[in-house]
């Protein structure tokens, strides 16, 4: 498919994507009453189902969804890893141990939600202190040091599990899985994705040169430790704004940057938009999957995500097997 057309069809499926999310549910609202409710036009009722409880979950699912994306795109560029991953470093770990840690005190809303920005941070920056101290840093070096922090901090979370107390342990498992039934609106995360997206798009080019590997990037003369430093500042940043919105949701940053490759290639001009669109996509259906399928119950995204992505994502891998074989 020609890029030129990528970008409008996806943009196309966001806005279908976020429709269906407002309009499915217990109460299904027509195209008229949401028209009509975003203008303050329509009944109370409806207006508070859209306006206060599917429209600003919708939109968190679909920033959530960007943010794992774009992160995914530049963890792969920063370890030339394609099975990296925005959790491979430990990120997501490290901020289930803050926020678990505020669960069990008794903490809620906004404080669990710093916790884990915390843990988050506290992790990369564990991650690149001890990938540093040997004497600078290689993607190899840095990818075995957080597989190492996330075992370690998984160790410690299923600890905090059996020790806590049972009555928070349902809710922190939801977390652990990816839920984002009480996840209020964050236009903060929207507006990150948003400037993130645009600019990693106009360093599209040094994208594409780091991607190709080191020697030709410093042949291109692209400077590679501040190069480095800013996406691995980025990444980490994007993970822990997507963790502390809908906790532990995988797959969505490895997945999706496969799939736009083999659409239209490697040029992150049109991958990192791209990859931004459809992440969101898709964790807005799966969401809003996830609050119908067993209704009244809700499921945890993340289990949905992951179900879906391990056979799409070893379907993609047989086709570039067979691609490049």
């Not at 993340?302 to 086709?319: N, S």
């Amino acid at each position: 498919m020609q890029a030129r057309r990528l970008l409008p069809i996806l943009s196309l499926i966001a806005v279908l994507s976020l429709l269906t999310a407002v309009s499915v549910g217990s109460t299904s609202v027509s195209f008229d009453m949401l028209l009509k409710s975003l203008i303050g036009g329509y009944e109370p009722i409806t207006r508070e189902i859209v306006m206060n409880l599917r429209l600003p979950r919708a939109l968190n699912a679909f920033s959530t969804g960007g943010l794992l994306a774009l992160s995914g795109v530049l963890m792969q560029i920063l370890l030339r890893n394609p099975l990296a991953d925005p959790f491979v470093l430990g990120i997501s770990q490290g901020a289930a141990i803050a926020a678990l840690g505020a669960m069990l005190l008794g903490l809620g809303g906004v404080a669990i939600e710093g916790a884990a920005g915390m843990g988050a941070l506290g992790a990369t920056l564990l991650v690149f202190a001890l990938a540093h101290a040997s004497g600078g840093w290689t993607p190899q070096r840095l990818l075995l040091n957080g597989v190492v922090v996330a075992s370690g901090c998984t160790a410690i979370v299923g600890l905090m599990l059996s020790l806590g107390d049972e009555t928070h342990l349902r809710g922190m498992l939801f977390w652990l899985m990816g839920d984002l039934s009480f996840a209020s609106f964050s236009p903060t995360a929207f507006v990150l994705l948003v400037f993130s997206a645009a600019c990693a798009t106009i360093g599209a080019r040094n994208l594409n040169v780091m991607a190709r590997g080191e020697i030709e990037s410093q042949s291109l003369g692209v400077a590679l430790v501040p190069v480095r430093v800013v996406l691995f500042i980025a990444t980490a940043v994007l993970t822990a704004s997507a963790v502390v919105t809908a906790g532990g949701i995988g797959f969505i940053g490895l997945v999706t940057p496969h799939l736009v490759r083999l659409i239209a290639g490697s040029n992150h001009r049109i991958v990192v938009p791209a990859s931004v669109l459809l992440g969101g996509s898709l964790l807005t259906l799966a969401d809003t999957l996830a609050r119908t399928i067993a209704a009244p119950r809700q499921l945890p995204v993340g289990a949905l995500t992951a179900l879906v992505g391990v056979p799409l994502f070893l379907l993609l891998m047989q086709r570039e097997r067979r691609v490049t074989g």
